[in-house]
């Protein structure tokens, strides 16, 4: 990248200007890109135009007034050149080369690699797929010997063991031989209850009976 002086960044050339264009008309326009610390003007021989060389006091100022290059004054296109602009395109430029560089040597080291190495990493490739294959066929295989293996139930071919209807026909029948077996000790303890009642009862009746008896 060539270096350049501060100063130097912090001006823009203002060229290909009307012939009526005045050093006023040159402050009103670029004013507005940041605070102007001179406007110089200048002659190319050469060309045989005028231009005015515009000082910014900041970098960032003379970026701004690059952007107005071809805006209109006078019914004019005029031209805004600086060294800010072929700095910013240096770098620009610097970044993409140091970005493909950067490619380049991860494809070299890529490509360093020996053929046995290659071939290495080729077959640990092919074995990672080849397991995960293995292992699928494995559970297809478990699935399907599941489904033809007869029901250890009733020894149908028709379902699996898990899915035998004998299964709810045992459940419904133990939850009903529990229901039952509820009622039946609900009932008993009705009885019991009942009898330990007319039991206390009696005992009462005899007792009262003594009483008058003595009387």
Request: aromatic share 2%; proline share 3%.
């Amino acid at each position: 990248m060539t270096a350049v002086s501060d100063d130097a960044l912090r001006q823009v050339f203002v060229s290909r200007l009307p012939e009526e264009a005045s050093e006023a008309n040159i402050k009103e326009m670029f004013a507005c890109c940041g605070r102007i610390e001179e406007i110089k003007p200048q002659y190319d021989a050469g060309k045989g135009e005028k231009g005015y060389l515009v000082v910014y006091t900041k970098v960032s100022s003379a970026r701004s007034a690059c952007a107005l290059d071809n805006s209109v004054l006078a019914g004019v296109n005029i031209k805004v050149t600086g060294s800010i602009v072929q700095k910013d395109q240096e770098a620009a430029s610097d970044q993409v080369v140091g970005g493909v560089e950067g490619m380049k040597a991860i494809l070299e080291q890529q490509s360093t690699a020996t053929p046995g190495e290659q071939l290495m990493s080729l077959i640990q490739n092919n074995l990672a797929t080849a397991s995960g294959v293995t292992t699928t066929v494995s559970e297809l295989a478990e699935e399907q010997r599941k489904q033809q293996e007869p029901c250890r139930i009733c020894t149908s071919k028709l379902h699996p063991t898990e899915g035998c209807p004998t299964l709810d026909t045992v459940s419904t029948a133990s939850s009903s031989s529990s229901s039952s077996g509820r009622k039946r000790r609900k009932r008993s303890s009705k009885k019991e209850k009942k009898s330990s009642r007319r039991s206390t009862s009696s005992r009462k009746e005899k007792k009262s009976s003594r009483r008058r008896s003595r009387r």
